[in-house]
């Protein structure tokens, strides 16, 4: 199948199929952002558009221009940069809290979960753990377009004893590696939307150090669930202090705060909000 910047040709026509029986649903609610845009803006059906992904300067007058869908992004951070834009709120993601083992004690290693590129900052956690000489588990997955990063940055520093990558985990294997780990070490180079795996981690009882960008700020406490820094230097010292943050406390704000419930829960307020909104609107006319 021909894939369109990345769109299948038959997620295209899935889409349009949706659009095709909009009347058929009081709500519709899409995640296709971009690629979903034009035909929600001219969609009769209220529709919900759930913003994943940054919005760059190359895509920002799209946002901007096609603005009969209602907008959520899932951080504040996410939408700061892009003015006129017609948000209808902020709703965080939320996690099924029942599959994070909570243990108390940490088995002696870093931890850094995600993908290997520079964006990640992976070369940075390894300076971390090099300067601290603890065990750094790197478990993360490997695209092709970052194997050149890879072969410079991070396989001349792979050491068995200490700086180690396992490859990309299933949930089960990375829940394991969280409740164990001394802290997540979260150093991104780029203005990430919303990070998952810090709420993962926290919902382990795995602290989070992590650099001063994006989301960051909305989802660690800092001092208290982790620390937030501006560079490397910091990132060191903060992970040389973890044993002052308390795992319990790690666990406890993930689960209130970035829970599922929580997060169906203001996404079924919305859709009502909507739907009274339209109701009230037709009774005038």
Same mark, same amino acid.
């Given at each position: 199948?021909?894939?369109?910047?990345?769109?299948?040709?038959?997620?295209?026509?899935?889409?349009?199929?949706?659009?095709?029986? @909009?009347?058929?649903?009081?709500?519709?609610?899409?995640? %296709? $952002?971009?690629?979903?845009?034009?035909?929600?803006?001219?969609?009769?059906?209220?529709?919900?558009? $759930?913003?994943?992904?940054?919005?760059?300067?190359?895509?920002?007058? &799209?946002?901007?221009?096609? @603005?009969?869908?209602?907008?959520?992004? /899932?951080? =504040?951070?996410?939408?700061?940069?892009?003015?006129?834009?017609?948000?209808? $709120?902020?709703?965080?993601?939320? +996690?099924?809290?029942?599959?994070?083992?909570?243990?108390?004690? !940490?088995?002696?290693? +870093? &931890?850094?979960?995600?993908?290997?590129?520079?964006?990640?900052?992976?070369?940075?956690?390894?300076?971390?753990?090099?300067? &601290?000489?603890?065990?750094?588990?790197?478990?993360?997955?490997?695209?092709?377009?970052?194997? @050149?990063?890879? =072969?410079?940055?991070?396989?001349?520093? &792979?050491?068995?004893? @200490?700086?180690?990558?396992?490859?990309?985990?299933?949930?089960?294997?990375?829940?394991?590696?969280?409740?164990?780990?001394?802290?997540?070490?979260?150093?991104?180079?780029?203005?990430?939307?919303?990070?998952?795996?810090?709420?993962?981690?926290?919902?382990?009882?795995?602290?989070?150090?992590?650099?001063?960008?994006?989301?960051?700020?909305?989802?660690?406490?800092?001092?208290?669930?982790?620390? /937030?820094? !501006?560079?490397?230097?910091?990132?060191?010292?903060?992970?040389?202090?973890?044993?002052?943050? =308390?795992? +319990? !406390?790690?666990? %406890?704000?993930?689960?209130?705060?970035?829970?599922?419930? +929580?997060?169906?829960?203001?996404?079924?307020?919305?859709?009502?909000?909507?739907?009274?909104?339209? %109701?009230?609107?037709?009774?005038?006319?």
């Amino acid at each position: 199948i021909k894939d369109v910047h990345g769109l299948s040709e038959w997620t295209l026509l899935h889409l349009s199929s949706a659009y095709k029986k @909009q009347e058929s649903f009081d709500i519709i609610h899409d995640h %296709n $952002t971009i690629f979903s845009m034009p035909l929600a803006h001219f969609a009769k059906t209220p529709t919900v558009i $759930t913003m994943h992904g940054l919005i760059r300067p190359s895509n920002k007058r &799209l946002f901007q221009t096609l @603005q009969n869908p209602y907008f959520v992004s /899932i951080s =504040n951070s996410q939408i700061e940069n892009v003015p006129n834009l017609k948000i209808a $709120t902020t709703i965080y993601n939320g +996690l099924n809290m029942k599959k994070y083992p909570f243990k108390k004690k !940490d088995k002696g290693y +870093l &931890l850094f979960v995600g993908r290997i590129s520079m964006e990640k900052g992976v070369h940075h956690a390894i300076d971390v753990a090099q300067d &601290l000489n603890l065990p750094l588990v790197i478990a993360a997955k490997l695209d092709k377009s970052d194997l @050149q990063y890879f =072969n410079e940055y991070i396989e001349p520093r &792979l050491y068995a004893d @200490q700086v180690m990558w396992i490859g990309e985990v299933d949930e089960k294997q990375r829940n394991e590696l969280m409740s164990n780990a001394i802290c997540l070490l979260n150093p991104l180079v780029w203005k990430e939307p919303f990070g998952l795996t810090m709420i993962e981690a926290m919902a382990c009882g795995c602290p989070v150090v992590a650099f001063d960008s994006g989301s960051v700020r909305e989802i660690i406490v800092d001092k208290k669930t982790g620390y /937030i820094v !501006d560079d490397v230097e910091e990132m060191i010292y903060a992970v040389a202090k973890i044993n002052k943050i =308390n795992k +319990l !406390d790690c666990r %406890n704000h993930a689960i209130k705060n970035f829970n599922a419930k +929580l997060m169906t829960d203001k996404y079924e307020d919305l859709y009502y909000k909507i739907l009274e909104s339209k %109701n009230n609107f037709n009774s005038t006319q």
